[in-house]
């Protein structure tokens, strides 16, 4: 055959064989760099597995020895309630989770560089919990990295959404989200970047607060990605109600949080701002003209904002300005101004998990081809160009600070939106409902509702109204979204199959108002919860 001819000539030969050396080698020192990774991630799983049986066997006794007791009536008391009855001697529960660095154990990321490196003392956070008297007990998954709104990692696997197993509980503080929802437990702590305090409280139907960056201490904390000065990383709680939330910020803005960090400003809870109840004004939106929101983000919306006019508040129309600019080239401008190197080297040596994969793969691209695909995509799917563009990083500290600069100009021209409007709080939509696992990674630009507020660094908290009807899923036939891109596509198939699947309203307040901002989610849990209940 002329094929095998042509297949014999040697210089043929020659490159087959340098191309399958070259294979092979690449193969080998992938391998030989993961190593260490495949090493250490079966020790974790096999100290997961020894707690766990621990747990069950603690569990056991306790069967045991008081066979009468039912826990089920304890786990469902807000915590507020709990607090009571354990001041009134009525009970004495020790379990207040927590996940942060907490003495002799290891907060991973999901990233087996960070195995077996167990943290010498606790974290701020930690310390003053505890000196209030809780008692971390768990230590929740999260995302490879917590740089991904899903809730996966090569070490722990993936963690399912209680509320649906198809469908993943967010990110990236996810196990937090499904432990809660399913009355695991009555407290726990996040990290939010883009909305990982908030997706996975959205997601699980419970609620969650991201506070102002430095309101809480940060120090003892593990992160992937350190050092960011916009767009940063910040320390928030999650819980099954609003009071939760407000005792575990009554708890940790004290004195004792500013004494061992003293980098946190000295500003107790609010308690008058909390309780007041004047009537507010309040700004809303149902969508930020950049993610389309689904039928059910924006019903819950309509719904809040119509419950809260009829309590008496002025609930008034606002407009996000230019909130593509603000997501791409102020958003993700500062999430990859390193061009991600900080986020690959984490990585290094490491399995990456598959909801990262996309990220990773994107970033591990040199600059040239980058820049190449930005120019391509600009023709096909300008999200996406625009996503290659920022993913270039931005070069040199000078334009790095023409970037905060930027950052500080849209703070201020929407604080003077906002104070035109002589707004108290804003209200919007979160993102809802559950994604399909894997989805988050392909449907990225659709945390805008929320990132925004990591940009801006205002308080924002998430809490349930409602749960997706027939109605809302029938709905999507006719979602398009503004790009109709793959990002749009992604989104819509993402919420498919959500019928009773919980959704949250987004409530907002400006710099420093954590206090005026649960407030304003108390009044909009307890609204929502006076409407559903039979007079
Ligand atoms: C193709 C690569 C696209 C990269 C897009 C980046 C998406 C950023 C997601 C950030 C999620 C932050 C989660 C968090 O709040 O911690």
Redesign the pocket.
């Known amino acids: 055959m002329p094929g095998m001819i042509w297949l014999s000539h040697p210089l043929v030969v020659l490159l087959l064989v340098a191309l399958l050396g070259a294979v092979l080698l690449g193969a080998t020192v992938l391998f030989w760099r993961q190593a260490p990774a495949r090493s250490k991630i079966p020790r974790a799983q096999k100290r997961r597995e020894e707690a766990l049986r621990r747990m069950a066997a603690l569990a056991e006794r306790l069967r045991q020895q008081e066979p009468e007791l039912d826990p089920k009536p304890i786990l469902e008391l807000p915590l507020e309630m709990l607090v009571q009855k354990m001041l009134a001697d009525e009970l004495s529960l020790e379990s207040v989770l927590c996940s942060y660095l907490e003495e002799g154990h290891d907060s991973s990321c999901g990233l087996a560089q960070f195995l077996e490196k167990p943290a010498a003392k606790d974290g701020v956070i930690v310390k003053v919990l505890k000196a209030q008297g809780a008692i971390p007990f768990v230590k929740t998954n999260i995302s490879q990295t917590?740089?991904?709104?899903d809730c996966s990692n090569p070490i722990y696997g993936q963690t399912l959404n209680p509320q649906n197993l198809k469908k993943t509980p967010g990110?990236?503080s996810g196990g937090e989200g499904a432990l809660l929802a399913e009355g695991g437990s009555i407290l726990g702590m996040g990290?939010?970047?883009?909305?990982?305090i908030r997706?996975p409280a959205s997601f699980c139907g419970v609620c969650g607060i991201r506070v102002t960056g430095y309101r809480l201490s940060y120090s003892g904390v593990a992160s992937a990605v350190k050092g960011r000065k916009a767009g940063i990383?910040v320390a928030g709680p999650l819980a099954r109600d609003v009071e939760s939330l407000a005792l575990c910020l009554r708890a940790l803005l004290s004195e004792h949080m500013h004494r061992l960090d003293p980098t946190t400003p000295f500003l107790p809870f609010r308690e008058q701002v909390y309780s007041s109840n004047r009537p507010l004004r309040i700004g809303y939106y149902e969508s930020d003209g950049f993610t389309q929101p689904s039928p059910s983000m924006a019903r819950a919306v309509k719904l809040t904002s119509r419950l809260l006019r009829d309590a008496g508040h002025q609930v008034i129309p606002f407009s996000v300005p230019r909130t593509e600019y603000a997501f791409f080239h102020l958003y993700?401008g500062t999430?990859f101004a390193d061009g991600g190197a900080t986020l690959l080297e984490k990585l290094q040596g490491d399995i990456v998990d598959p909801s990262m994969k996309?990220?990773v793969n994107?970033l591990r691209l040199p600059d040239s081809l980058k820049r190449f695909l930005a120019w391509i995509w600009k023709y096909i799917e300008p999200r996406v160009s625009q996503?290659f563009e920022m993913?270039c990083g931005v070069g040199t500290p000078k334009k790095l600070w023409e970037l905060h600069q930027a950052v500080e100009e849209y703070q201020q021209e929407f604080i003077a939106k906002w104070r035109s409007l002589d707004l108290d709080v804003l209200l919007s939509p979160a993102l809802d409902p559950a994604f399909y696992i894997g989805y988050p990674a392909k449907a990225?630009t659709s945390?805008s509702y929320l990132?925004l507020y990591?940009l801006l660094n205002f308080p924002a908290g998430v809490v349930p109204v409602t749960t997706v009807t027939p109605q809302d899923e029938k709905e999507l036939a006719f979602y398009k979204g503004y790009y109709r891109d793959s990002s749009d596509k992604n989104f819509l198939e993402a919420v498919r199959g959500s019928v009773g699947l919980s959704v949250a309203v987004q409530c907002i307040a400006l710099p420093w108002e954590e206090e005026l901002c649960l407030r304003f989610m108390k009044e909009v849990e307890t609204l929502v919860k006076n409407q559903m209940e039979p007079k």
């Not at 917590?146 to 709104?149: D, V």
């Open positions: 917590l740089q991904s709104y990110g990236s990290t939010d970047t883009g909305g990982s997706i990383t993700q999430l996309n990220t994107s996503i993913l990225n945390i990132a990591n």
